[in-house]
């Protein structure tokens, strides 16, 4: 598709992506600022190392959306004073797009709510990036781990104006539930460790944030992949709960207690009746698979033409063969191979 097509002039997509470079270290020394005024003394679950450690992947995430989604208008980078340095690399190898690049600081989209920053919570930035200035009605949020590797047309994301939603229905995850209570007692209340803090559940939050809509009984469960979202839905949402904004901003790390913004906007969409219903297209590539395994998922990612998408979980954990091996497939997939 042209990115210049009437299509693209005429109902623009941007894409969103949250970034961070935690090994810079001014930024390393706000965030142990912030994490000694928690007054923890145990590894607070919300600031787990991996969680801001940067291995390049963002450069892989812009150019893979520039290379298979090439209706994308803007993309709009929202960091901490930070800039990946890729203005060069996008102008050298796409530049019709030269400039489509944005750099957004927090304290723009915080704007009227600067005494929650510095933060270094996703889930609180990304209850504001709806307040980006520019931003198309429809957009993509993207997490900088998350890069594209076939095609994209625009109706992958949107149809009909309005977002696809991809996931599953699930039942509430009350197992997930009664065993982090089970933890919560043993570690505390039996093993006596106070600074005892449990795993951020992906899933009950997901519920959670459901449920805060009437949805109890079944939410729809999406996964780490590009998840398009209705601008005007998460404006409209949170000015009406201006109070739910304060409390999910308001957290500087990841709580238990946060609601999920992408998930709250998915059961918007169902309640509003949307049932742009499609299966996942993604695929994942896990930290803890065996070498073994995460050969057989890279190959599986490579020749399923289902899998348009994947998620590179805390990479930077991963050995350096297996790192190695993942950035030598994606150059490849992405033309980035050095010119001779």
């Given at each position: 598709?042209s990115v210049n097509?009437?299509?693209?002039n005429?109902?623009?997509?941007?894409?969103?992506?949250?970034?961070?470079?935690?090994s810079d270290?001014?930024?390393?020394a706000?965030?142990?600022?912030?994490?000694?005024?928690?007054k923890?003394?145990?590894?607070?679950?919300?600031?787990?190392?991996?969680?801001f450690?940067s291995?390049?992947?963002?450069?892989y995430?812009?150019l893979?959306?520039?290379?298979f989604a090439p209706?994308?208008?803007?993309i709009?980078?929202?960091?901490?004073?930070?800039?990946?340095?890729?203005?060069?690399?996008i102008?050298?190898?796409f530049?019709?797009k030269?400039?489509?690049l944005?750099?957004?600081?927090h304290?723009e989209?915080?704007?009227?709510?600067?005494?929650?920053?510095?933060?270094?919570?996703?889930?609180?930035?990304?209850?504001?990036?709806?307040?980006i200035?520019g931003?198309?009605?429809?957009?993509?949020?993207?997490?900088?781990?998350?890069?594209?590797?076939?095609?994209?047309?625009?109706?992958?994301?949107?149809i009909?104006?309005?977002?696809?939603?991809?996931?599953?229905?699930?039942?509430?995850?009350?197992?997930k539930?009664?065993?982090?209570n089970?933890k919560?007692?043993i570690n505390?209340?039996?093993?006596k460790n106070?600074?005892y803090e449990?795993?951020?559940?992906?899933?009950?939050?997901?519920?959670?944030?459901a449920?805060?809509?009437?949805?109890?009984?079944?939410?729809?469960f999406?996964?780490?992949?590009?998840?398009?979202?209705?601008?005007?839905?998460?404006?409209?949402?949170?000015?009406d709960n201006?109070?739910l904004?304060?409390?999910?901003?308001s957290?500087?790390?990841?709580d238990?207690?946060?609601?999920?913004?992408q998930?709250?906007?998915?059961?918007?969409?169902?309640?509003?009746?949307?049932?742009?219903?499609k299966?996942?297209?993604?695929?994942y590539?896990?930290?803890?698979?065996?070498?073994?395994?995460?050969?057989?998922?890279?190959?599986?990612c490579?020749n399923?033409?289902r899998?348009k998408?994947?998620?590179?979980?805390?990479?930077?954990?991963?050995?350096?063969?297996?790192?190695e091996?993942?950035?030598?497939?994606?150059?490849?997939?992405l033309?980035?191979?050095?010119?001779?």
């Amino acid at each position: 598709m042209s990115v210049n097509s009437d299509s693209a002039n005429s109902d623009p997509v941007d894409a969103v992506i949250l970034w961070v470079d935690g090994s810079d270290q001014k930024l390393a020394a706000k965030r142990n600022h912030y994490l000694a005024l928690e007054k923890k003394t145990g590894v607070h679950p919300g600031a787990l190392p991996a969680r801001f450690a940067s291995s390049n992947e963002i450069r892989y995430c812009v150019l893979s959306i520039l290379t298979f989604a090439p209706f994308i208008r803007n993309i709009f980078l929202v960091t901490d004073e930070q800039d990946p340095d890729l203005h060069e690399d996008i102008r050298t190898r796409f530049p019709e797009k030269a400039g489509s690049l944005k750099i957004i600081d927090h304290k723009e989209i915080f704007r009227g709510y600067e005494q929650y920053l510095p933060t270094f919570n996703s889930s609180s930035i990304h209850a504001m990036i709806w307040k980006i200035e520019g931003l198309s009605e429809n957009f993509l949020y993207f997490n900088d781990d998350i890069i594209l590797i076939k095609e994209f047309n625009k109706e992958d994301w949107f149809i009909g104006g309005r977002p696809v939603l991809r996931g599953k229905w699930l039942l509430p995850p009350y197992r997930k539930i009664t065993g982090k209570n089970l933890k919560v007692l043993i570690n505390k209340h039996i093993r006596k460790n106070k600074n005892y803090e449990p795993k951020i559940s992906f899933y009950i939050r997901q519920w959670k944030s459901a449920s805060l809509l009437g949805m109890k009984k079944r939410y729809f469960f999406q996964c780490h992949t590009p998840h398009p979202l209705s601008r005007k839905t998460l404006e409209s949402f949170f000015t009406d709960n201006g109070k739910l904004l304060e409390k999910t901003i308001s957290y500087r790390f990841r709580d238990p207690e946060q609601i999920l913004v992408q998930s709250v906007a998915y059961h918007l969409e169902i309640l509003n009746g949307n049932r742009n219903f499609k299966k996942l297209n993604l695929g994942y590539l896990h930290p803890y698979y065996s070498e073994n395994r995460m050969n057989r998922r890279i190959g599986r990612c490579m020749n399923d033409p289902r899998i348009k998408s994947i998620c590179i979980q805390s990479i930077e954990t991963l050995s350096s063969g297996q790192r190695e091996k993942i950035f030598r497939w994606l150059d490849t997939v992405l033309n980035l191979q050095p010119k001779t």
